[in-house]
């Protein structure tokens, strides 16, 4: 297994450039099976939920040409598996995406229960319901969901909660049912417009992605398409906060400011100065940074893919700040690793209260990635540490970030990426000369 291992202090200058985004790709790969023509899909992400998700869709018969790093061509009309499990396929969230794609295309599919990261409970009552809404019935056994419909038929559908899963899973399902599907208090972050944009290319009629209401005219079928997904903006949020937390100056690339503003105002309402571009920010931190309230919210809310960067970012800064989770409820774990470097916080329920410790004061040590989040928000506070830091199960950071430690190395991180069990290279690493 490997690890990085991070010497602190050096601020972060430089340009980054951001991949497309993870969550959003998931939906789109999942939607390309649903033709039966040639879909080219650009820009996606080089991470292992995507080759996870890539090869299960080869595994059950579809054509996949990657033709190149971050471009696929997917052909879905030689699926002839309807059945999709192994051990890596438990292991993502996006598993059940399949679900909705499949349903719509075959009237029947069967998919391992997905897995994912250990952030807090994340049911699927909301896709089941939604499903049976269509017309579907659905069985749980022996960890699958199996869901089977003669016919799929347009209907009205609240979702109790916002989840933008469901509303991706459903939305997948609709396009090609019978008639019209209406689909209330749905989720409007922009992958889920991303990925609606997608089957409207591939000639479904989606309207209103991005709103409290989608509107979706079922059709008979979808065809192929080239399309291109939009950035990542909680990768971009990560570089931003890396950028703020080490008091450096970071123009970070290829990304859409608009996604970016809940992020961009709490690091301008604590003392970051950013300029905005066309598609480009540019974030410089050149003093230690003050206190804040922040609130996880749906989008176009704080998001919470951010709470952790954001809580660790805050550690470092002056006074006393309250960070609350409404999402999920286990997303405070990590905060037992930045204890470790002396970080001050105290978790009361869904809030955690963060009382701002000197950079001067905070050392590196040996931490744990506990999910894909915080264990970005680890390295980063790694980098700021005084001394070396070695944070393992990097699996889960590997998730959703493509090369986060070479992107890191060139804007001047002193990181590199190790085998867990090569001492003689930590120990070179801690014995180099900063």
Known sequence: ??????????PLVGEVTISGAKNAALGILAASIMSDESVIVENLPDVSDIRVLTQAIREIGA???????????????TITDYYVDNEYIRKIRASYYILGALLGKNGYVEVALPGGCNIGSRPIDQHIKGFEALGAK???????????????VGNHIYFDVTSVGATINIMLAATLAKGQTIMENV??????????????????NIKGAGTD???????????????????????????????????????????????????????VEIGCHIEEFGDAVRVIAKKRLSHTHVKTLPYPGFPTDMQPQISTLLMFSEGTSVVTESIFENRFIFTDELAKM???????????????????????????APDLRAGAALV?????????????QIGYIERGYEDFDIK??????????????????????KQQVV
């Open 213 to 267: 209401v989608i509107r979706i005219m079922g059709v008979e079928k979808l065809h192929g398409t080239e399309y291109s997904i939009i950035p990542d903006m909680i990768e971009a949020g990560t570089y931003m906060v890396a950028a703020a937390a080490t008091q450096g100056d970071v123009l970070i690339k290829n990304v859409i400011p608009k996604h970016l503003e809940a992020i961009t105002a709490k690091l």
């Open 342 to 368: 002396g970080a001050q916080v105290k978790v009361e329920g869904n809030s955690a209260i963060i009382v701002g410790v000197p950079r001067d004061r905070v050392t590196g040590a040996k931490m744990s």
């Open 408 to 429: 890191m190395r060139s804007l001047g991180a002193d990181i590199e990426k190790i085998d867990e069990k090569d001492e003689k290279a930590i120990t070179r690493f």
């Open 187 to 204: 989720a409007k972050e922009p992958h889920v417009v991303d990925v609606a944009n997608f089957l409207n290319s591939m000639g479904a």
């Open 63 to 77: 054509r996949v040409d990657q033709i190149d790093q971050h471009t696929v061509k997917i052909n879905g009309s």
């Open 1 to 10: 297994m490997n690890e990085y291992i991070i010497r602190g202090g050096r």
């Open 380 to 392: 980063v506070a790694g980098l700021v540490a005084d001394g070396v830091t070695i944070v393992n």
């Open 138 to 152: 659905v069985d749980i056994h022996n960890g699958m969901i199996a869901v089977q419909a003669d016919e799929l």
